[in-house]
């Protein structure tokens, strides 16, 4: 089967702070990753779509100049929250397909507490 | 714009009753539809699409493009069914392939 694999698992940091997430998927190429966001109790919503060499391409409402996105390879995109405040506090989950399939496939995801 | 809805964010069901979790959507052209499913403290991982027309785990999904639904349903639930149930679409062709979720239904089955 296909993996998918987000570190860290939970991270809390400090207001003011920056904080990477990492996505990758372990046993397959993935030229797209797609970021989303679940805040308690509601739905995955998607930030943006991570694309292989380019630049991500963001949902309307999200800034991406506080997540910033980054795709340098097939098997890894991260995602940076810069200067994380309290309400940047979240689920944070990625998923990513293979070059020639339909299913998505979703890491563990990451729960940042930001205090 | 494309839209999926689950109205119930919680059921219950007793052991072998029959279950049935709603989903309808909204959207203008063909869509894909899924059913993802995340146990307890694990991933979200897929159940079904509405393409394979299979059954899984005992449950099946029938795409109804007139009244624009697509439930999931099991005639016999079990106590292993107990997750969070999200409905997905996701538009054919073009070149975004990312999923739009429903807000996801609490499947609880007592025993």
């Known amino acids: 089967g296909a993996v998918v694999s987000q570190h860290p698992s939970r991270v809390i940091c400090k207001s003011g702070t920056s904080v990477k997430i990492e996505c990758r998927s372990l046993?397959?190429?993935?030229?797209?990753m797609f970021w989303y966001r679940q805040f308690p109790k509601q739905s995955l919503m998607l930030m943006a779509t991570?694309?292989?060499?380019?630049?991500?391409?963001?949902e309307q409402g999200v800034e991406k100049d506080k997540f910033l996105i980054n795709h340098a390879s097939l098997t890894l995109s991260t995602l940076t929250v810069t200067s994380a405040h309290p309400e940047d506090s979240s689920f944070y989950i990625c998923s990513a397909s293979k070059s020639s399939g339909t299913e998505a496939f979703f890491g563990q995801g990451t729960r940042l507490t930001v205090v | 714009a494309q839209r999926v809805t689950q109205p119930e964010k919680l059921l219950s069901v007793f052991k072998g009753a029959p279950v049935e979790l709603k989903c309808n959507y909204s959207?203008?052209?063909?869509?894909?539809l899924f059913w993802y499913v995340q146990y307890s403290r694990q991933r979200l991982q897929l159940l079904l699409r509405?393409?394979s027309r299979e059954s899984i785990k005992g449950f099946t999904a029938d795409l109804n493009k007139g009244e624009t639904s697509f439930h999931l349903k099991k005639p016999f639930a079990q106590e292993e069914d107990s997750a969070m149930y999200y409905c997905?679409?996701?538009?054919?062709?073009?070149?975004?392939?990312?999923?739009?979720f429903g807000s996801g239904t609490q499947l609880t089955v007592l025993p």
């Open positions: 046993d397959f190429q993935a030229t797209t």
């Open positions: 997905a679409l996701r538009s054919v062709g073009g070149s975004a392939r990312q999923l739009t």
């Open positions: 509405h393409i």
């Open positions: 959207y203008s052209g063909s869509p894909e």
């Open positions: 991570s694309n292989e060499g380019s630049k991500a391409t963001y």
